[in-house]
């Protein structure tokens, strides 16, 4: 049986305030051309197909869709989607009952009473049966209302979530969840795009071993591809950069091949090729605009520049760049080569002292047409 896994798709993400949308466009279509090329028997999407758990029309109107074209395909795909923690598990649910007829299971809420369990959803093949348990991304406070009430993290939730329905031995398992799994002795990498949400010695990090019973995870929530100690509990990572901080991964699909029960399952990855890259340039303003090429740069590009005078270079930027993200200096100036105990005193000329200022936070100083600017201020300021 052939699985595609993808996860932490973000339909509607910004960066730095650019819409993704063409991107994200791009990215679907790329994953429904290896779909029909590689024919999977199930897509799993392991959480996080939105960015807000209010998305906008065009972010649902891409995953539809991207169902669609999953669904036009022959053979069909089986399509098993799970909320993770930036989806609304209730909007999410959104026709679910109906799409579970069309080979679509939707598993957005964690189960809300006793006699609730979790999804499972079962596939055939040539050696057998193989049973795909869905974990929504779940909080202990979720789960009040076990016989023990409110589980004390995140560990033990999904630790008795899964107690409660263990798999069955005999059969291949597998689990899609969207939680922050750890394996023993493993570091996870994280990216900024999802750290705000995650602290490695934080509460909500699971043991990886609760998995130990299933031949294939399939987790989202980290945003870079990567294992969570065995080589059979992954993440897929998002499958488009969503900080600059993720400009050296390798964004793609994970494919796994499972065989017959006890054999390794065979695992690859499709790579995926972004519209537009995500990525950082260094180097003074002149380096920089060479770097840019011929044409207009339309990379999303963070960029450092080291050049100890620059006048504007947002402007002179801007001329080659289509999209940047951000301008850091790091110059002498900004490595702190200004003498320190300088310090900014009240009885200092504040057109002098408010031009140090300006220059210890820009890293450059201000231009002859600034400074008159700011003395013409302070005059009328004094004036009042
Ligand atoms: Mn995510």
């Known amino acids: 049986m052939r699985l595609f896994h993808i996860s932490d798709l973000h339909l509607g993400r910004k960066l730095y305030n650019y819409s993704l949308l063409e991107e994200q466009q791009d990215m679907l279509r790329q994953i429904v051309r290896y779909a029909g090329e590689m024919q999977p028997d199930a897509v799993l999407i392991a959480g996080d197909v939105y960015d807000r758990s209010m998305p906008s029309a065009e972010a649902q109107e891409l995953f539809d869709a991207f169902l669609t074209d999953l669904s036009d395909l022959r053979p069909q795909p089986e399509i098993l989607v799970i909320a993770g923690n930036h989806d609304s598990a209730v909007r999410l649910s959104y026709a679910s009952g109906f799409l579970r007829r069309h080979h679509i299971v939707i598993a957005a809420l964690a189960p809300a009473k006793e006699e609730e369990k979790l999804t499972v959803i079962t596939l055939h093949d040539e050696y ?106 992954r993440y897929s990572g998002s499958p488009y950069p969503y900080s600059l901080s993720e400009e050296h991964h390798t964004k793609g699909i994970v494919q796994i091949d499972l065989k017959e029960k006890g054999s390794e399952p065979e695992i690859s990855l499709l790579k995926l090729t972004p519209k537009r890259k995500v990525r950082s340039i260094r180097g003074t303003l002149a380096e920089v605009m060479e770097a840019a090429g011929d044409e207009i740069c339309e990379d999303y590009v963070g960029i450092t520049l080291t050049d100890d005078d620059l006048v504007r270079p947002a402007d002179v930027l801007a001329g080659r760049y289509a999209h940047v993200l951000e301008i850091r200096v790091d110059n002498t100036m900004s490595r702190g080569q200004i003498p320190k105990d300088e310090k900014i005193g009240s009885e200092e000329d504040p057109a002098e002292a408010f031009a140090k200022f300006y220059a210890e936070m820009n890293a450059v100083p201000m231009t002859d047409e600034e400074r008159k600017i700011i003395e013409e201020i302070i005059r009328e300021a004094g004036d009042l």
Request: aromatic residues 8%; proline residues 7%; hydrophobic residues 40%.
């Open 128 to 233: 057998g049966a193989v049973d795909f348990t869905m974990l929504p991304f779940i909080r202990p406070g979720m789960l009040r209302w076990l016989p023990d009430g409110e589980p004390e993290d995140y560990h033990e939730a999904v630790r008795v979530l899964l107690e409660r329905q263990k798999p069955d031995l005999s059969r291949r398992n597998v689990i899609l969840a969207h939680q922050f799994f750890k394996g023993e002795n493993t570091d996870p990498e994280l990216s900024d795009s999802e750290t705000r949400w995650l602290s490695v010695g934080g509460l909500d990090v699971i043991g990886a071993e609760l998995l130990d019973a299933y031949d294939y995870a399939a987790l989202g929530h980290l945003h870079g591809p990567q294992k969570a100690g065995r080589e059979c509990v």
